[in-house]
T-cell receptor, first 112, second 113 residues
Framework: AQSVTQLGSHVSVSEGALVLLRCNYS??????LFWYVQYPNQGLQLLLK??????LVKGINGFEAEFKKSETSFHLTKPSAHMSDAAEYFC??????????FGKGTRLSVIA | DTAVSQTPKYLVTQMGNDKSIKCEQN?????MYWYKQDSKKFLKIMFS???????INETVPNRFSPKSPDKAHLNLHINSLELGDSAVYFC????????????FGEGSRLTVL
């Protein structure tokens, strides 16, 4: 069965600094990979997804993630953090015809 | 128009009561889900319905009973509420069964006293 590990339950960066949120997955077949963001008291919103094709995926709000099969990773990055990026971020994996399995989330804090 | 809407957004109740949470999606999707998010933000699937039929039922106490009157609605009824049921419950939908991209509602925060 597929699983997701997000390294670091809390990441703190300065405004303007690089954001790096780590995600490793386990899957027996080529996975579909997702990053979702949850702002306080809101539902989850899709940031980006990888299904097939180009391994570098661009999402909304300047975020991108790279699928690295050899490392079983799908880390999320953004070159320059903004205060509005402060939120909870979830990595998720799905195999064909199975529901999404989420990681435990990483809370991103952005310091002015 | 909100794509996936849940009501109520907040629910505070006593142990032993019965309560319901309603969900509606206007995306024309075939599949709907209930996820539970605990106090540590961990999200776990509870149920999935495809076109009114139950297709996933994870290990959830039978006090929880989903009902789908049509493919645009999936309600969650909880009997004999316990303290451990306190959580945020999210409804979600996807275009097809097995389609991994989910669209989430804003959540319903249930507090059991």
């Amino acid at each position: 069965a597929q699983s997701v590990t997000q390294l670091g339950s809390h990441v703190s960066v300065s405004e303007g600094a690089l954001v790096l949120l780590r995600c490793n997955y386990s899957s027996s077949v080529p996975p579909y990979l997702f990053w979702y963001v949850q702002y306080p008291n809101q539902g989850l919103q899709l940031l980006l997804k990888y299904t097939t094709g180009a391994t570098l995926v661009k999402g909304i709000n300047g975020f991108e993630a790279e699928f690295k099969k050899s490392e079983t990773s799908f880390h999320l990055t953004k070159p320059s953090a903004h205060m509005s990026d402060a939120a909870e971020y979830f990595c998720a994996v799905s195999e064909a015809n199975t529901p999404l399995v989420f990681g435990k989330g990483t809370r991103l804090s952005v310091i002015a | 128009d909100t794509a996936v809407s849940q009501t109520p957004k907040y629910l505070v109740t006593q142990m032993g009561n019965d309560k319901s949470i309603k969900c509606e999606q206007n995306l024309g999707h075939d599949t709907m889900y209930w996820y539970k998010q605990d106090s540590k933000k961990f999200l776990k699937i509870m149920f999935s319905y495809n076109n009114k039929e139950l297709i996933i039922n994870e290990t959830v106490p039978n006090r929880f009973s989903p009902k789908s009157p049509d493919k645009a609605h999936l309600n969650l009824h909880i009997n004999s509420l316990e303290l451990g049921d306190s959580a945020v419950y999210f409804c979600a939908s996807s275009l097809l069964s097995g389609e991994a991209q989910l669209f989430f509602g804003e959540g319903s925060r249930l507090t059991v006293l």
